[in-house]
C-alpha cells in the first residue's frame, strides 16, 4: 500500500522534488480515487474532498502516510456501509488497479491546413529568414541578429567571391 501511495506522491513531480519526504496532496488524493475505480454511488468525489479534509492538519496541504491510512478507514466506511471487513476490501480493489495513469494526452493532427500551415517553405517575410533553403531551422541564427565581421554588406549574394575573380582576371 506503500508503494501505491509513494507513486501516486510522485505522479508529475520533478526527478529534484521527489526526493523529499512523500506527502500527497488533494488534487493527487482525488487522482487516486478516480484512476483506481473508486468512485460509485456510495462514494462521490466531494465525499472524497470531505475525507482529505478531516484528515489533514488544517495548515497543512498535504497528508503523510499515517494520515493515508486513516483516510482509507474513512474511505473503506464510506464505500462498504455497514460491512465488518470494509478496509480489506478496500485494499483489494486499490491493489487490483495499476498506478496512476494519464488521461487527455494531446495528439497531433494530420490534416491538409496543418501541412499547409507548417511547411517552412510557404513562410514569407521576417518568419522565412528562419529556414534554410531544405526547411529545417536555422536555430539562434534564425532568431538573432548575428553581426557579420566579413566586410560585405548585408544582402550581397556573392560573397566570398572577390578572391576567385580577381584571380580569374589575372
Known amino acids: 500500500m506503500e508503494e501505491l501511495?509513494?507513486?501516486f506522491c510522485a505522479f508529475g513531480a520533478d526527478k529534484a522534488g521527489?526526493?523529499?519526504a512523500a506527502m500527497l496532496d488533494g488534487a493527487k488524493f482525488a487522482k487516486m480515487?478516480?484512476?483506481l475505480k473508486l468512485i460509485d454511488k456510495n462514494l462521490t468525489s466531494?465525499?472524497?474532498d470531505i475525507i482529505f479534509t478531516k484528515v489533514k492538519p488544517k495548515t497543512e496541504r498535504k497528508i503523510t502516510f499515517a494520515q493515508f491510512q486513516e483516510a482509507l478507514?474513512?474511505?473503506a466506511e464510506k464505500k462498504f456501509p455497514g460491512c465488518s471487513d470494509?478496509?480489506?476490501k478496500l485494499h483489494a480493489k486499490m491493489l487490483e488497479g495499476k498506478g496512476p495513469l494519464v488521461h487527455g494526452i494531446t495528439k497531433a493532427l494530420k490534416t491538409a491546413a496543418m501541412d499547409r500551415l507548417t511547411d517552412a517553405a510557404k513562410y514569407t517575410g521576417a518568419h522565412k529568414?528562419?529556414?534554410d533553403d531544405e526547411g529545417k531551422g536555422k536555430g539562434i541564427a534564425g532568431r538573432k541578429d548575428v553581426v557579420d565581421d566579413s566586410g560585405y554588406v548585408t544582402g550581397y549574394k556573392e560573397?566570398?567571391?572577390f578572391d576567385k575573380k580577381a584571380e580569374e582576371q589575372e
Do not use: I, N, Q
Request: charged residues 40%.
Open 33 to 35: 480515487t478516480k484512476d
Open 73 to 75: 478507514k474513512l474511505l
Open 5 to 7: 501511495f509513494k507513486s
Open 129 to 131: 529568414e528562419r529556414f
Open 46 to 48: 466531494t465525499d472524497v
Open 86 to 88: 470494509a478496509l480489506e
Open 159 to 161: 560573397k566570398g567571391t
Open 18 to 20: 521527489s526526493a523529499g
